[in-house]
C-alpha cells in the first residue's frame, strides 16, 4: 500500500471540499481534519477561509442540520442537542436558530412515545422505581425536567 504522505495546499483544500460536501461539518471537524495535514498556521487559514468564501463551510447550515437529524432520527430533547451543538462551539446565535427548526407538536409527541416505549420496557413493578428509571432516561434524552414530569404523571399514576 503506497500512501501518499505529503500533499500539496490545493489537494488539501479539494479533499476538505470534500468533506465538507460529502455531509455538513463545523468549524471544530474542519480544523480538527486540517491538523492532521500539520500545515502551517497560514495555510491552514487560507483553506479555512477558502472553504467559508465558498460556502462548503456553515456553522448556521451545520446547527440546524444537526438539530434536524438528532431530533428526527434519535428524538434528542431540546437540552442534549444545546449540549451537543456547544461542544462543537456553535454560537448562541446559531444554537437558537437550529432550535426553530423542531416543531413543538412533534417534540412533544417524541417524548411520549418515548416515555410510553420506555415504560413498556422497565421490569420493576415498585413504582418508585419505574419513575426513577424513566425520568432518567428521559433527562438523558435531553428532554426538559417540567415536561418529563408531565408525561411521567401521564403513564405511571
Not at 108 to 114: A, C, G, K, Q, T
Request: a positive charge; proline letters at 1%.
Amino acid at each position: 500500500m503506497n500512501k501518499k504522505l505529503v500533499y500539496t495546499v490545493e489537494e488539501i483544500k479539494r479533499k476538505l471540499e470534500r468533506y465538507c460536501v460529502y455531509q455538513d461539518r463545523c468549524h471544530k471537524e474542519v480544523e480538527d481534519k486540517l491538523r492532521e495535514y500539520k500545515l502551517i498556521p497560514e495555510a491552514r487559514e487560507a483553506i479555512l477561509l477558502h472553504l467559508l468564501e465558498h460556502d462548503f463551510l456553515n456553522e448556521e447550515r451545520y446547527a440546524k442540520s444537526f438539530a434536524r437529524g438528532k431530533f428526527r432520527i434519535k428524538k434528542w430533547g431540546r437540552l442534549r442537542i444545546v449540549r451537543e451543538l456547544k461542544f462543537r462551539h456553535i454560537s448562541e446565535y446559531n444554537i437558537k436558530t437550529a432550535l426553530k427548526e423542531i416543531d413543538e407538536e412533534t417534540y412533544i409527541d417524541n417524548l411520549y412515545s418515548l416515555a410510553e416505549k420506555k415504560n413498556n420496557l422497565i421490569k420493576d413493578s415498585n413504582s418508585y422505581d419505574r419513575k426513577r428509571k424513566l425520568y432518567a432516561y428521559l433527562i438523558y434524552r435531553g428532554y426538559e425536567t417540567n415536561l418529563v414530569q408531565e408525561a411521567i404523571n401521564t403513564f405511571l399514576k
